[in-house]
């Protein structure tokens, strides 16, 4: 996955400080705001989570500001995209689905055409599972 991939803070940030300390900074703080030290302090707890070179650029991109990390909210989707098609090939229901996953038979319908529209999931299949599960209420 490419940092270039859409304009905006969580890009920033990836392309100063790296994929994997950008994933880290997101699953710990996403959706909270946080404030970034001035200066590079010893025993942050953003050198200990961020390593201490992205913590360096961290703090050269945003220091004394404060910013609210992005959720990652896409890459939360995208996941669930990915395990509904890999039950779908198991050949369960997608009210079983739902029930599991905790989410409506809309909801399941819905992550299926997107992992229909990227190829994830062949429209074969789920025309199957859509013929044999009960109509949508």
Known sequence: MSC???????EDICRE?????????????GGR???VPEKIVSGHHLRAL????????????????????????????????RGVSELLKRG???RDIAKILGLTERQIINLIAMAEEIGLLPLILSEKVSREAE???
Do not use: C, Q
Not at 17 to 29: D, K, N, P, Q, T
């Open 135 to 137: 109509p949508v209420k």
């Open 17 to 29: 400080i790296g994929f994997e300390a950008s994933v880290r900074l997101a699953a710990v703080h």
């Open 50 to 81: 961020l390593g201490e070179k992205p913590f360096a650029a961290f703090v050269g991109l945003y220091g004394g500001e404060t910013l609210t990390v992005p959720k990652l909210e896409s890459f939360e989707r995208w996941k669930r995209v």
């Open 4 to 10: 270039d991939y859409i304009n905006g803070i969580m």
């Open 92 to 94: 369960m229901p997608r």
């Open 33 to 35: 705001t946080l404030y």
